[in-house]
């Protein structure tokens, strides 16, 4: 009678050539961990903003991609959130990247119509997409304002756009976020309690009501109670109004509307 305990040989040997295999397996990740880490930290950059960009590899990647000009630029809600904006800020400090064609175009409609419609002219849109040559497009910020230069796949220029500093101050300031109480903003502005919020939304025109609701409505449910806001005049057309939300922890939005909007929410005590 057969012992119900004797391995034959053979399974032994499929045993141990599965030892082998996993030991190998096991030792070529530990190979390929800095760029497994890398995935995971470009994973958490694009899905949780909030998170610290960690990983050596990964950070060390995105410098040198930085250097070279082709990074698709990482979320960070340190300031500004918003990849546009944030594109925009590195451009003024000296530090440009280059973003795909596709990528600017989903990040440009994105914006609420009012910004995006009065900083680039129709025409230069047209022009734009009849250029079958336009790959990619990389920002110069000056005091005077930004050239948007639209590149081939080999990097040569094919048409440049300009935008009016005041423009470029618009895109840069929108969705400003403080961690913090409004007061925190750097600006001189009357404090209104937010109870009185819905009041005065109510007496916006039916077309800006609709414009404001479409910027602020996730922020609202995401972190009601609103506690306070504050409006400060940007330029003659816009304004900056400051959200101070209560949930989970104080936290402070800015986003730039029409004066139109900022006139009735800010009109009274």
Do not use: C
């Not at 045993?15 to 470009?42: C, N, P, W």
């Not at 077309?207 to 972190?223: E, F, G, N, P, Q």
């Amino acid at each position: 009678m057969n012992n119900p305990f004797d391995v034959p040989g053979s399974t032994v040997r499929k045993i141990g050539f599965t030892k082998i295999f996993i030991a190998i397996f096991a030792a070529f990740l530990l190979i390929q961990y800095s760029l497994i880490e890398r995935i995971i930290g470009r994973y958490l950059a694009v899905h949780n903003s909030e998170r610290p960009l960690a990983g050596q590899a990964w950070t060390s990647g995105v410098e040198k991609e930085l250097a070279a000009g082709r990074s698709e630029v990482p979320e960070v809600t340190n300031g500004v959130r918003g990849d546009l904006a944030q594109w925009f800020l590195r451009a003024e400090r000296g530090r440009p990247t280059t973003l795909s064609l596709q990528r600017f175009a989903t990040l440009w409609t994105s914006l609420p119509g009012f910004l995006s419609e009065t900083a680039i002219e129709n025409d230069d849109w047209q022009k734009l997409a009849m250029n079958p040559e336009a790959d990619r497009v990389r920002p110069t910020v000056s005091k005077k304002g930004v050239e948007l230069t639209f590149l081939t796949a080999s990097n040569r220029p094919v048409m440049r756009i300009n935008m009016k500093r005041g423009i470029a101050n618009r895109l840069m300031l929108h969705n400003q976020v403080i961690n913090d109480s409004v007061t925190k903003s750097n600006v001189e502005m009357r404090l209104i309690d937010g109870k009185s919020f819905n009041e005065r939304f109510l007496k916006l025109q039916p077309a800006d009501r609709k414009v404001a609701w479409s910027m602020l409505s996730v922020d609202i449910l995401l972190h009601r109670p609103i506690l306070r806001y504050g409006i400060n005049a940007l330029d003659d057309s816009y304004s900056v109004l400051w959200m101070e939300y209560q949930s989970p922890t104080i936290t402070s939005i800015g986003y730039v509307i029409p004066n139109s909007i900022a006139s009735t929410l800010g009109a009274g005590g």
